[in-house]
């Protein structure tokens, strides 16, 4: 039987300020595809990577008036044209009355929108990436910090890419193979 193709190759180290300093020597070696893993957030890390604000809240804000407008139309057509009542006297099209109803429905809207937006952009829930596997990968969420090359990159070769990152003063290097 023969070897998983490498999917990567991964660097642990100690500290935060390590970790940027990797991302950003790596950069500026010209690679593209990369992933960093921290146990907290490093905000230093994000913008090296180039990382950039997510649409949910446009996604949100869409999903909300998408849903108030259709429980509004929805308490419209059926108080007006579908079954009219004459209720202590209101008119048929009182429209304060549908606005509590619609509020309630948008923002449940926005709510699921915003978190099922979250999932879909961040490809979650992803319950298997061979970086689980990495020798010590569990103590990214203790007190490791973790530099991951992607096979992807098109300047990717196991063995230069493994010399960059001990270059690096990795704690540690390895291969990341498919398991």
Same mark, same amino acid.
């Given at each position: 039987?023969? &070897?998983? &193709?490498?999917?990567?190759?991964?660097?642990?180290?100690?500290?935060?300020?390590?970790?940027?300093?990797?991302?950003?020597?790596?950069?500026?070696?010209?690679?593209?595809?990369?992933?960093?893993?921290?146990?907290?957030?490093?905000?230093?890390?994000?913008?090296?990577?180039?990382?950039?604000?997510?649409?949910?809240?446009? /996604?949100?804000?869409?999903?909300?008036?998408?849903?108030?407008? /259709?429980?509004?139309?929805? *308490?419209?057509?059926? %108080?007006?044209?579908?079954?009219?009542?004459?209720?202590?006297?209101?008119?048929?099209?009182?429209?304060?009355?549908?606005?509590?109803?619609?509020?309630?429905?948008?923002?449940?809207?926005?709510?699921?929108?915003?978190?099922?937006?979250?999932?879909?952009?961040?490809?979650?829930?992803?319950?298997?990436?061979?970086?689980?596997?990495? #020798?010590?990968?569990? &103590? *990214? %969420?203790?007190? #490791?910090?973790?530099?991951?090359?992607?096979?992807?990159?098109?300047?990717?070769?196991? *063995?230069?890419?493994?010399?960059?990152? #001990?270059?690096?003063?990795?704690? #540690?290097? %390895?291969?990341? &193979?498919?398991?």
């Amino acid at each position: 039987m023969s &070897r998983p &193709r490498p999917c990567g190759a991964i660097a642990e180290f100690t500290e935060a300020e390590a970790l940027v300093a990797a991302i950003r020597a790596a950069r500026a070696a010209g690679w593209s595809a990369l992933e960093a893993h921290a146990p907290h957030p490093v905000p230093d890390a994000a913008v090296a990577l180039g990382a950039k604000a997510a649409p949910v809240a446009w /996604i949100a804000v869409g999903a909300g008036i998408a849903g108030a407008a /259709i429980a509004y139309g929805t *308490a419209w057509y059926l %108080s007006v044209y579908d079954y009219p009542l004459n209720v202590g006297g209101r008119p048929p099209n009182a429209w304060p009355a549908f606005l509590p109803a619609a509020y309630i429905v948008g923002v449940l809207w926005a709510a699921v929108a915003a978190l099922l937006g979250m999932l879909w952009l961040n490809g979650l829930p992803r319950l298997h990436h061979p970086v689980f596997f990495a #020798r010590g990968f569990h &103590r *990214a %969420s203790q007190d #490791r910090y973790f530099l991951f090359l992607m096979a992807e990159d098109p300047r990717f070769q196991p *063995a230069s890419a493994l010399a960059f990152l #001990r270059g690096l003063d990795a704690v #540690r290097v %390895s291969e990341v &193979r498919a398991a």
